[in-house]
């Protein structure tokens, strides 16, 4: 058997098909007949080297997208660059260059090593977020949500970086209020920002979760929650001559209501903030204050404090105390040295009065019209009584807030807005667009608006009056510019408008979108808003999906590389410090101890990376690229380790043998044999593979069971090496098959696929790549020996189709037909035919 060198096979196919024009994929010049797929993955940052997850994510989309172009599909598998963005400044200051020419550089890098994988994108629908023909669009996006009220100035605490000296979004701080990326302690100070309403789509965005079918629960289940709705009733309580409004999700619990809790910065707490400092000083511990409000109900008077637990952005920013009901009105009002409590839910069974009872339970007899009603029915009960005596009413609330996209960096789109004295705030016009990022050499410090110390960026003229004016000078976060790539994909070159709604809508959704369940809530909630925003002012018709611009969402799981630690100290290992010892177990060098083997994410701290490009030098394209699939199930965590690519390389190799044992078996004219004139051991290769093609095609088309579909190639492979050598099957049979496989096998691996096609017939010039999809097959029946009886006597064998006898009369006649059957039963008359499962038994006349 001739031995492949698999990593031979990279620069030879690669430059073939590139010469062809055809990017990497020869099926590009064959026109599609079906409808579109649009599938994609989350497009990276260029951090100028591809890792493994990269590596997993863009096999995966390539081998899909190369099976829908095989299916006739009009296939759009787009990439392109999340190019701005904090790393890349910050890496620019560390290497003193400019962001710009750190970015391109990396943009190339990675793109090379995108062809080394064998990646074939769309490299004419490419897009780069810092390109000005990019971010022109992004500008004109804000100014769209500006237009119609969907972008906002104003004033507001927000969450500050220490580190990346930059202003944070609520999604980047994560819930120990550490910054996403640098992970320090995000601090708090009132800044002038921009904001996109996105709170104005809550409730589509939460209710429009439901059509996602075809989305991992768990992703749904974190956007449910970060958008948080909760229902309740906003009910409103007389002070002075004034009223406070109260937000509650407990209006049942009225009854129990025994103080007001205002925010610190509530309006009314303000004001006796400035009459007395003294109290005001109390405000951040709580303190009651001089003021008196009315129970609705009751009319009874009940004091009015301020409370630190009383979030002022949420609701009114004012609590109905309810400590008999509510664990942290109760501990507040505990703090406050009160002691009487007023309970009116008690337990279903076992009621204790006046205990505090956090639950929903059932109305005692202090709840007026609503004693004796479960706490839901109440619930219904006493909204229906606030709206009829108009002090309150039902109200929904989102725990989600606006986008606040200000950020205080260079290296991102600058916000494309002018300050002037005169006039306010005014918008760019849309011919003084994009507004440019002015060059740097370098960058002097992290952070701190840089852009506010160029002169010239700063100072303008006044669209609006032509006086002096100033530009702003923040930047968008990044998340803006992925929020709306998917739609410039299908529209990349336009230069009149963000897309062309005629142009995109026919392409929209995407079909499939992959990427790490990192993105779960950020990227994925501001995708679905800016989506329903473009559709709402007609830049696609979103009708049919209520805007939703992903059909179907698949996370791939992480790749974790394989690490040693020291059992004694517990520290990670770098290769130098371990040896492989006596029956493979691997020893700490020091101690000679064994050392403790794990697989963990990989990171620079616990030596355990594991770089694409090394893989693919060592092993090619093809079985690196099939090696990660076969691994694990693309949602699960991966164990990335390089020595078990033996397996797929021995495959690999097996299946190039197979075309090199046939070259030699096969003339020029191959002919074909049909499958009447099959052989049992024939039928058995079509069956077996019809089977495993059926397989292989609900796994691209449906599971996306990757790892399935290797193993699937591996037993097509196997049963066709194992019959190479049968009498009973021909050269032909094995032909057609074989070259199945290699059709079914080239979305994983088209260098290995093309060589086998060259050694199998060298003088064939057509590409296998460029084949239709071996579609499955309907099974040939098999053949079983039934035995034939006549008058009670053993006549012959008949080697007829399987259930056969489960047919009378095609039975029958089937059997009559052959030559033994001409001979022992002929046209003599059938008396009574008796059919068992193997055994046919005529009863014939004379
Ligand atoms: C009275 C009450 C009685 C409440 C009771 C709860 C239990 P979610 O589910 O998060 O929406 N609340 C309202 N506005 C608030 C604010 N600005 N800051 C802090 N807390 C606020 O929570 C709604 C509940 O949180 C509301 O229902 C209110 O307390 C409190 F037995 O009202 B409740
Ligand atoms: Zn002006």
């Given at each position: 058997r001739r031995v492949f060198d698999l990593t031979k096979l990279d620069a030879k196919w690669t430059a073939i098909w590139k010469s062809q024009n055809t990017f990497l994929n020869p099926r590009r010049k064959i026109a599609p007949t079906k409808g579109k797929i649009y599938s994609t993955s989350m497009f990276p940052y260029p951090s100028g080297i591809l890792h493994m997850g990269h590596l997993r994510v863009y096999t995966i989309a390539d081998a899909l997208a190369r099976y829908y172009r095989m299916q006739g599909h009009h296939v759009i598998n787009p990439m392109g660059w999340d190019a701005f963005g904090l790393p890349a400044e910050n890496a620019a200051v560390e290497r003193n260059v400019s962001p710009e020419k750190w970015t391109r550089l990396n943009i190339a890098k990675m793109k090379a090593q995108m062809e080394l994988m064998f990646a074939d994108f769309d490299w004419d629908r490419e897009i780069t977020t810092c390109d000005p023909d990019y971010y022109k669009w992004t500008q004109k996006l804000f100014l769209s949500m500006y237009k119609h009220g969907y972008a906002y100035r104003k004033k507001a605490e927000i969450n500050w970086d220490p580190v990346d000296q930059t202003v944070l979004a609520n999604e980047q701080v994560d819930s120990e209020g550490r910054s996403w990326r640098s992970g320090a302690i995000v601090e708090k100070k009132q800044l002038e920002q921009w904001f996109l309403g996105i709170t104005k789509f809550a409730n589509e965005l939460n209710q429009d979760l439901e059509i996602l079918d075809q989305w991992p629960d768990k992703v749904k289940a974190m956007q449910k929650n970060w958008i948080g709705q909760s229902v309740g009733a906003e009910i409103k309580f007389k002070v002075g001559d004034s009223e406070v409004f109260v937000y509650t999700t407990r209006p049942e619990t009225l009854y129990s209501v025994q103080y007001l809790a205002l925010a610190a910065d509530h309006p009314f707490a303000s004001i006796i903030a400035q009459a007395d400092a003294e109290l005001a000083k109390k405000y951040e511990t709580g303190t009651k204050i001089p003021l008196e409000a009315v129970h609705p109900l009751t009319q009874e008077k009940i004091p009015v404090f301020v409370a630190p637990y009383v979030i002022s952005s949420y609701g009114h920013g004012a609590v109905m105390g309810c400590p008999a009901?509510?664990?942290?009105?109760?501990?507040?009002?505990?703090?406050?040295?009160?002691?009487?409590?007023?309970?009116?839910?008690?337990?279903?069974?076992?009621?204790?009065?006046?205990?505090?009872?956090?639950?929903?339970?059932?109305?005692?007899?202090?709840?007026?019209?609503?004693a004796?009603?479960?706490?839901?029915?109440?619930?219904?009960?006493?909204?229906?009584?606030?709206?009829?005596?108009?002090?309150?009413?039902?109200?929904?609330?989102?725990?989600?807030?606006?986008?606040?996209?200000?950020?205080?960096?260079?290296?991102?789109?600058?916000?494309?807005?002018?300050?002037?004295?005169?006039?306010?705030?005014?918008?760019?016009?849309?011919?003084?667009?994009?507004?440019?990022?002015?060059?740097?050499?370098?960058?002097?410090?992290k952070g701190g608006s840089?852009?506010?110390?160029?002169?010239?960026?700063?100072?303008?003229?006044?669209?609006?009056?032509?006086?002096?004016?100033?530009?702003?000078?923040?930047?968008?976060?990044?998340?803006?510019?992925?929020?709306?790539?998917?739609?410039?994909?299908?529209?990349?070159?336009?230069?009149?408008?963000?897309?062309?709604?005629?142009?995109?809508?026919?392409?929209?959704?995407?079909?499939?979108?992959?990427?790490?369940?990192?993105?779960?809530?950020?990227?994925?909630?501001?995708?679905?808003?800016?989506?329903?925003?473009?559709?709402?002012?007609?830049?696609?018709?979103?009708?049919?999906?209520?805007?939703?611009?992903?059909?179907?969402?698949?996370?791939?799981?992480?790749?974790?590389?394989?690490?040693?630690?020291?059992?004694?100290?517990?520290?990670?290992?770098?290769?130098?410090e371990y040896e492989v010892g006596p029956e493979n177990n691997v020893l700490v060098k020091e101690t000679g101890e064994k050392a403790l083997v794990s697989f963990e994410k990989m990171s620079k701290s616990k030596y355990n990376g594991a770089d694409p490009g090394e893989c693919i030098e060592r092993h090619g394209a093809d079985a690196t690229r099939a090696h990660i699939l076969f691994q694990a199930p693309i949602e699960d965590v991966l164990n990335w380790e390089e020595s078990k690519i033996v397996g797929v390389e021995r495959w690999l190799n097996k299946v190039l043998s197979v075309a090199d044992v046939l070259n030699g078996r096969i003339g020029s004219e191959i002919k074909t044999k049909p499958t009447e004139e099959y052989s049992d051991a024939e039928i058995s290769i079509h069956n077996e593979t019809q089977q495993l093609l059926a397989s292989i095609t609900d796994s691209f088309a449906r599971s996306l069971s990757m790892n399935t579909v290797i193993s699937d190639y591996m037993k097509?492979?196997?049963?066709?090496?194992?019959?190479?050598?049968?009498?009973?099957?021909?050269?032909?049979?094995?032909?057609?098959?074989?070259?199945?496989?290699?059709?079914?096998?080239?979305?994983?691996?088209?260098?290995?696929?093309?060589?086998?096609?060259?050694?199998?017939?060298?003088?064939?010039?057509?590409?296998?790549?460029?084949?239709?999809?071996?579609?499955?097959?309907?099974?040939?029946?098999?053949?079983?020996?039934?035995?034939?009886?006549?008058?009670?006597?053993?006549?012959?064998?008949?080697?007829?189709?399987?259930?056969?006898?489960?047919?009378?009369?095609?039975?029958?006649?089937?059997?009559i037909a052959t030559p033994d059957g001409q001979k022992w039963i002929g046209d003599r008359k059938i008396k009574k035919v008796i059919l068992k499962p193997s055994t046919i038994v005529f009863i014939v006349e004379g």
């Open positions: 009901h509510d664990q942290r009105d109760f501990e507040f009002w505990k703090n406050m040295g009160e002691t009487e409590i007023v309970a009116t839910v008690e337990p279903a069974s076992g009621a204790k009065e006046n205990e505090p009872f956090f639950e929903d339970g059932v109305m005692n007899a202090k709840s007026g019209l609503l004796g009603l479960t706490c839901q029915e109440a619930r219904a009960k006493i909204i229906e009584h606030l709206e009829s005596e108009q002090i309150g009413k039902k109200q929904i609330n989102y725990r989600l807030r606006d986008w606040l996209v200000s950020r205080q960096r260079y290296w991102g789109a600058p916000i494309p807005m002018v300050h002037c004295d005169r006039c306010g705030t005014v918008p760019v016009p849309d011919d003084q667009l994009p507004v440019l990022l002015p060059a740097v050499d370098k960058l002097l410090g840089p852009l506010a110390k160029i002169a010239e960026f700063v100072n303008v003229d006044c669209p609006s009056c032509g006086g002096a004016a100033k530009r702003d000078t923040d930047t968008m976060d990044t998340f803006v510019d992925s929020s709306w790539y998917l739609f410039r994909y299908l529209d990349s070159q336009n230069k009149q408008d963000i897309i062309d709604p005629k142009k995109v809508s026919p392409l929209m959704c995407v079909d499939q979108y992959l990427g790490g369940v990192e993105h779960a809530i950020l990227h994925l909630l501001y995708v679905r808003f800016v989506s329903k925003f473009l559709s709402k002012i007609g830049y696609w018709d979103g009708s049919q999906t209520r805007g939703e611009p992903i059909k179907k969402l698949v996370s791939q799981g992480m790749v974790h590389g394989k690490t040693f630690s020291d059992p004694q100290t517990g520290k990670f290992l770098k290769p130098d097509y492979t196997n049963k066709l090496y194992g019959e190479l050598n049968n009498p009973d099957v021909s050269t032909e049979v094995l032909y057609l098959y074989y070259l199945d496989l290699l059709k079914a096998m080239s979305p994983v691996a088209p260098g290995v696929c093309e060589e086998a096609n060259e050694v199998l017939h060298p003088w064939k010039a057509e590409s296998v790549l460029a084949a239709d999809w071996p579609q499955p097959q309907p099974l040939i029946a098999a053949t079983i020996p039934y035995t034939v009886m006549v008058n009670g006597k053993m006549r012959f064998i008949y080697p007829g189709p399987e259930g056969l006898t489960n047919n009378k009369e095609e039975c029958i006649a089937k059997v």
